[in-house]
Every structure is written in C-alpha cells, then in structure tokens.
C-alpha cells in the first residue's frame, strides 16, 4: 500500500503516533508552495515526519510538541535525519507562538482550530496555515475559525493515491489501498 | 475544480501546454524527497510549471524543450516567476543529458521511455527519474524500460484530489473533479 | 461523464428536479438485494427515476410527490416507461405511510430522518431503508435517527464511477467525472 | 470494508473462488437495466454469486462453469438461496451458448473477449454483454473484440465505494478500501 511509501529521508525514522504520509506531505508542498526560502512552525510535533519533510525543503522548521515521549522521539528521528535547520519545542503550541514573519505553519493536533488565532499573528502576509484534520466535525471547527480569523483563499481538500502494478500477468491497480487519512484545510493570512 | 488550484508561484504564469498540476506537483516531491540541496533535470518544459515548482524548491533545475515557442514561453515564465536557478534549454533530450550527479529527472513528453538510457548516466546513485504519463500503455513501456536498465524501487501511481465545501447550507465535496491526468512512474537509480 | 449514462428505460425520459444517477441507482439495488418480489415505497418523486428504475426490477413501487409539478413530470415519465407497476401519489410523506410490510423504502428528500417513524411502520422485519443525502449534516441527522429508532445494520456509502477510454491513441481513465452526488445511508428494520 | 458487504440473499452463501462484490453488481445492474423480464446467461459461474444475485431480480439465469468443483458448489449455493430460476451448467460456454434472446449475458473468465462471437449470437437485439476483467490489458482484447464484432455503445468504467463512518468521536470515511476489483466492459448489440 502506498501509505507506506515515504521518500528517503523519511524510510529510516522510528514511527511513534500516526504519521502524515506522503500524499499528504505532497499536497502541502503543492497548494503552499513552500520552498528553500521557506519559514515553517509545525504543531504537534508527534513522531517529526511532517516537520523532517518540510524542513528537507524550507530554510528551517519550528515544531511544538507538548508531550515530553514523543518531543525525545522526534529528537532522536531529527538526529537521523541529520539535519541540522529544525529545532523540536517541548513547548504548548495553544499558549502561543514564539516566532513571527512565517511562510507557513501545519497544525496536525486535535482542537488545532484553537491555534488559529496565534497562527494568524505568526504568519507574515500571504503566509499560509494548514490544518491536517481527521474527522470531518474538525475540518468545519477550522474552517470556520479561519473564517472568523479573516484568513482568505479558504478551502479544503482530500487525497488519494493508487498504486498500479506493472506486471507479466496483467497491469491492474492494486486491490487495497488507504482511502482516508486526513481532510486538509488551508488559509491563506 | 482543483485543478485550477495551483502554488503562489505559479498563480500568474501562462499555460500554454498542458501543466502538471498540484496533485501532481505534490506526488513528485512527496516520494522522491528532493529538497535545496537537490539538482534536478527536467523534460519537455512545456509551459515551465513543473521546472518552476522544483526550482523553488531545489538547488538548481535544467530544464529541455525542443520545440521552439514552448521554450519561449517557458522562458517568459521563468522570468515572471523571478526564480534564478533555472536553465531552460532549447535542445532535444532524445539525444542526450548534458548534466551529471542528477537527483531527479522528470520526463514529461512522449516516448520518453527512450530517454531513460541517457537518464541512468545523469542520475546520482539513489537519484530518482520519475515519468508523467497520460495512457496506460506509455506507462507500461517506461515501467518495462527501467527494469531493463535495472533501475530499483520501480512503483507507480495514479493521484486524486477532491475538494470538500464546507458551507451554511451543508459540508458535501464539489460535484465535478479532474480524475486523470496522468500516471506518475518512479524509479531510482 | 459517467453520470450521463443511464439504463435503456431511463433514457429517454425528461429530467426535472436532480436525479439519482446509475452509480448510486446500482448500489441502492446491491446493498438492500431488491428483486422482483419486493415491494418499495419511494419519496420525493422528482422526475421519477429512481422509482422507474426500481419499478422494473421490483413487483410493486408506490412514489410520494408533494409538488404538484414534479408529480405530473413523473406521471409522465412513468407512462412513457411503459411500466404499470408504479404509483405516483400526490401526498406528504411526512404525514404518513399508507402502505404496509415494505420492502424498500428510498428517501430522497430535505429532513428525510423525520419521514423514518414512518418507514419503520411500512417496513416488514428485515426491510431497508436508504437515504439519499447530499450534505455530510444530513448524513448524520438520518444517521443518528434511524439509531434512535432501533434500526441495525446501520452503514453510509459514497460512490464513485470512472470510464476508461479504450482507443488507438492510448488507454486511460477520462479527464472529469462527478466525483459527489450524494451519500447513501442504509438501515434494515 | 465494504467488500464484505453483501446483500442478503448472498451473506450466508459459501465463497469459494473470487467473488463479484456488491459494488460492481450494482453497476451492472445500473447500466443495463435488466429487470424482472430479463434473461441472463452467466459465465464462469465461480461460487455463483452473480448468477444468485440476478436471478433474485431477473427471470431467468443460465450459468456456465466448466470446472466440477465450482459447479458443485454453486449448485449447494443456488440451494442454498432458495431460488428455482438459475440453471447451473456444468459446460465449457467456449463451445457456444445454447440459449437464444438472451437481454444480458456477464462474463467473468479469462480470455473472455473468445466468447463475444457466442455471446452476440445468443443475445437479443439490444442486448447487453458485460466483461469482468481484473487487468487491463484483458480490458482492451475485450473492448477491442466487441468492436470488431459491431456491437454498439461501448464503455468500460470502474468502480469504487467507501464506507463513512458517523460516531461520536467523529465523522469519516473507513481508512482502508478494496480500490481494485476489476474492470466492467459493456457492449450492445
């Protein structure tokens, strides 16, 4: 199954809480277009995936984890990892966020409708936020909240990939696949 | 309709050609992992969209378009986009990649099979090539080619996204969706 | 579009009000195994294709149709299907059921989950009820209910339908289909 | 998953080789409008699911099934149902097909596109044929034959469902779905 796919830097990483898989890392690079001049905040930090992903990319990445467990976890993956432009808060996001002028901050916690309000202080202009959001009760919680926050270019979207096997007997798609991981919200400040 | 939603970037270029779009975009950076410290060759250009999306991203991107007024309006892209580390070549690559120690090649032209040869020598070790491939059939002959010249980790996808609308009225997804473009082959060398 | 494609005795007819489309046609037919023994009450109406569509598997179909102008656009319809085994009513549903030990009752109308008091009387032992509902909140409202009335085997659905274009050119799913009409929520007395 | 589903006349039923699902039984049903005057001829008849499954709604069903233990165990499965209007033969359908004004005749085996000469003798005008074809390049010898052989209104589509879940914690589709059955490839005479 494709969920089980990550890109390189990511193969070798200790997986704790669930994990933002790559069509879904995919679409957050697409529709942001972050890119190698990019400032992101992430929150919850969970196993650092998402925030080892995006800090490939960006210029550095800020993640918030309030947990203490996962917090040791995904310092010892952003070892692995070896890079050296992410830096893991053992922090509560929800008190508010320490850095300002930033492209884009992904909040992937439960109430991260919540955070919006500091997001939206965080953000430099046209920054976005991207909410990774499980049930579709969350997905409105947040779209309305950003809504209310006055953020623009609103909307939100769900991911699906397949893949397809090549193969002497026959090319067919495969039989079983993950159909649901998470809505995504965006917003643009 | 998503496919109209493209990254910042590319929001105000010309499409000329068919574009790759974001489901697209995202895929390829999602399972080949480049990031800024990453070279990457691209092919046919067209209208520059997946160049312009790497090279915000990547280190460098070169880019091949045979066809003249293709290469013309890729170049007037680019330079909207205000990217500096693009290379847009009016050459074909059928008959040759200039570049060595590649970490992703994208190919997205006809029988781009045949380009796979030129592609392994460019390629780094671990570098991937990924093909963008409208028919089953194109798809069928590049999978073949690169276990013919014994590329690894050889998979293919098809991408979906679709967008939910969350409303006073009600939170349903848009009625009409894109629901191919193309397929997306990887393999690395 | 797939959502173009409808059996023979639908063909022709005039649509009106939105119509149920084959992929949701199909699954209603396959989940709750209605044949030609089964009886169906079904409301609203609207152009009468669900009813005629039922109506030519099943022994008997009774239609309720509040509106005056889409009851005689079902009429209509029905004498020009040629089948003499529907009913069309002109009458409330939300005042009651008149008929007794149903089969199937289809539900395609706003607040839906207030006509289910009734549906479980009609109902025989072991009978479906199906809920054709655009929105997510709907979903639930019916949801929710037929778990207040005791109904089991409570599941909702959504269904997709692809065509793949098989032709010289290369074989490939088409471009755009509908990707959303409406969930289909089923509950067995 | 929805796979797992069935209607009821086929939950109690023994499953011996590969079944067809409710998802592309309803499609079937859904673009050629069989009814509860059609004739049907089925091959192989497999566990007979198919065969049970449109007898429920059809006239009669004629099923083919060359090998001893499947016929064997459809004729305990057809038993088992409670229906009198399947035929089971134990007879290779590559030799022709005895019946004549058939509306509907579905195809499930290898190498199936062999019976469309059959197929278009024993079929009434407008009569449809259906293939159930796991891989795509069955899909195009199939499609291909069907145009070879004149038949008209050719389409293949696939088909997919999935499950939303509505709790208390949360509403959202299942994570894992079968995304992958087979192809359906209709023709009409």
């Known amino acids: 199954m494709l969920v089980k796919k990550f890109p390189p830097i990511l193969k070798k990483l200790k997986r704790g809480p669930q994990v933002v898989v790559a069509k879904d890392l995919g679409a957050i690079v697409a529709y942001t277009g972050v890119g190698k001049e990019s400032i992101v905040v992430d929150a919850g930090t969970g196993s650092g995936f998402l925030a080892i992903f995006l800090a490939n990319i960006c210029k550095k990445v800020v993640s918030y984890e309030i947990r203490k467990d996962f917090y040791e976890l995904a310092l010892e993956n952003v ?27 992904t909040l992937d916690l439960p109430n991260s409708e919540k955070v919006l309000k500091h997001a939206k202080e965080a953000l430099k202009e046209n920054g976005y936020v991207v909410g990774i959001l499980p049930n579709i009760e969350q997905l409105k919680a947040f779209y309305e909240e950003l809504k209310n926050l006055g953020f623009k270019e609103i909307f939100a979207i769900e991911t699906f990939h397949r893949e397809i096997m090549v193969r002497k007997e026959g090319t067919r798609p495969v039989n079983k696949e993950v159909v649901h991981t998470s809505y995504l919200c965006f917003g643009r400040k």
Chains 1, 2, 3, 4 share one sequence.
Do not use: P, R, T
């Not at 508010?96 to 930033?102: A, F, L, M, Q």
């Open 79 to 105: 070892k692995e990892s070896g890079l050296k432009n992410i830096e893991i808060k053992n922090k509560d996001i929800f008190e508010g966020i320490d850095e300002k002028n930033v492209d884009l901050i």
